[in-house]
């Protein structure tokens, strides 16, 4: 199991899991490896990297504790942080220490409750059918296609129907004279029997001076044998008023996850975007993006993992890199869990 796929999952699950003890898990994830990528700069340098916030594993430093309230209540914490393994510095330039999750809350065998810096409803979704699992996030075209990774000011509350969870959440947006301002609202169902994993989500956005974003996603996979196939899309509409139209932005993709053996696993996956409407400078926003990814892991243990990967990304009009139509991307290293 990822540990991604551990940390995201327990916010779902918590609610459904008796807790005894109160005592504070510390955890965590460091990754470092090399990478290489193609197209930098309008002069078409490559460029080589250490410095990250990991690369197949988002690098994190986290404090949990959950303590039994009694007759199947609970209260918990989580506060996480991210930090650049190649400089030791943390993963934000703004120095925000817990940029990755300070939430808590209450909850129950049928549900739960938490407020805070928290994963968005459509991030949570998303997670349960990209073929990567939000791995190589600084690589994975669908990252900045979640309707926001984390919101601020976040109350969501969750409920566990079996294998069925139901999402929703509201962003305050602190403005005075104005609920809507800088808000976000969604709604989300995800379900997941183990084998059959499917969900949907749609998200309103606003910002500071109130124009709309409207997102929706939805997606499935099915794990079957030693494989996994998987497929989703996102559909993003954001009202510009200084250019007095909107901009459409859209996603699709499709991959597949192989259990060579019991510890390797290979991983094709092909992303698309189509970004069309008009931007905040009046531009008009047409371009294309298509990503074809491989990724090999192999499990030394039940916490280090080595990886490697190659992709191949083809862009046109306003979603060329540096004016260029190709970027190649090569990467290898090593993450361990603790």
Same mark, same amino acid.
């Given at each position: 199991? @990822? ?6 999952? /327990? ?11 109160s005592a504070?898990?510390?955890?965590g994830?460091?990754?470092? =490896?090399?990478?290489?990528?193609t197209n930098?700069? #309008?002069a078409?340098?490559?460029k080589t !990297?250490?410095?990250?916030?990991g +690369?197949?594993n988002?690098?994190?430093l986290?404090? @949990? ?11 918990h914490? !989580?506060?996480?942080?991210g930090?650049?393994?190649?400089? $030791?510095?943390?993963n934000?330039?703004v120095?925000?220490?817990f940029?990755? !999750? ?5 909850g129950?065998k ?7 810096h928290?994963? +968005? ?7 349960g059918?990209?073929p ?6 600084? &690589?994975?075209p669908i ?8 919101f601020?000011?976040? &109350?969501?509350v969750? $409920?566990?129907?079996g294998? %069925?969870? !139901?999402? *929703?959440?509201?962003?305050? =947006?602190e ?5 809507? /301002?800088?808000? *976000?609202r969604s709604l ?7 084998h059959?994993?499917a969900?949907a ?9 109130n ?7 939805a997606? =499935?996979a099915y794990?079957? $044998? @030693?494989?996994? %196939?998987?497929? =989703?899309f996102?559909?993003e509409t954001?009202? %510009?008023?200084a250019? $007095?139209g909107?901009?459409?932005n ?8 192989y259990a060579?053996y ?6 094709? *996956?092909?992303?698309?975007?189509k ?9 008009? #926003?047409d ?12 499990a030394?243990?039940?916490r280090? @993992? ?9 862009m ?9 139509d190709?970027?190649?991307?090569l ?5 361990h869990?603790?």
């Amino acid at each position: 199991m @990822k540990h991604s796929y551990a940390v995201l999952t /327990a916010a779902l699950l918590a609610c459904a899991t008796p807790y005894a003890q109160s005592a504070v898990e510390v955890y965590g994830s460091i990754d470092a =490896g090399l990478r290489n990528q193609t197209n930098v700069n #309008a002069a078409g340098d490559s460029k080589t !990297t250490m410095s990250s916030n990991g +690369t197949y594993n988002s690098n994190r430093l986290g404090f @949990k504790s959950t303590e039994d309230l009694g007759n199947g209540w609970n209260t918990h914490f !989580t506060l996480e942080s991210g930090f650049n393994s190649g400089t $030791g510095a943390l993963n934000n330039p703004v120095g925000r220490l817990f940029l990755r !999750t300070a939430s808590v809350g209450v909850g129950h065998k049928l549900g739960m409750l938490d407020l805070g810096h928290q994963y +968005t409803n459509a991030f949570m979704t998303m997670y349960g059918y990209d073929p990567l699992s939000f791995q190589y996030s600084s &690589i994975n075209p669908i990252m900045p296609a979640t309707a926001g990774v984390w919101f601020d000011n976040d &109350i969501k509350v969750i $409920g566990t129907f079996g294998p %069925v969870y !139901t999402l *929703a959440e509201w962003s305050l =947006g602190e403005q005075a004279g104005s609920t809507a /301002a800088g808000s *976000a609202r969604s709604l989300a169902m995800i379900y997941n029997d183990g084998h059959v994993s499917a969900g949907a989500a749609y998200t309103d956005r606003r910002s500071l001076s109130n124009p709309k974003t409207t997102h929706w996603t939805a997606g =499935g996979a099915y794990r079957f $044998g @030693k494989a996994r %196939v998987s497929a =989703g899309f996102v559909d993003e509409t954001a009202n %510009v008023l200084a250019a $007095g139209g909107d901009t459409h932005n859209r996603h699709a993709w499709a991959g597949v996850n192989y259990a060579l053996y019991p510890s390797i696993e290979l991983t094709a *996956a092909a992303y698309r975007q189509k970004l069309s409407g008009v931007l905040a400078n009046g531009n008009t #926003a047409d371009g294309s993006r298509n990503l074809y990814l491989l990724s090999a892991t192999y499990a030394y243990s039940k916490r280090t @993992k080595f990886y490697a990967m190659v992709d191949q990304a083809r862009m046109s009009n306003a979603l060329l890199a540096y004016g260029h139509d190709r970027q190649r991307d090569l990467a290898f290293g090593i993450n361990h869990l603790f």
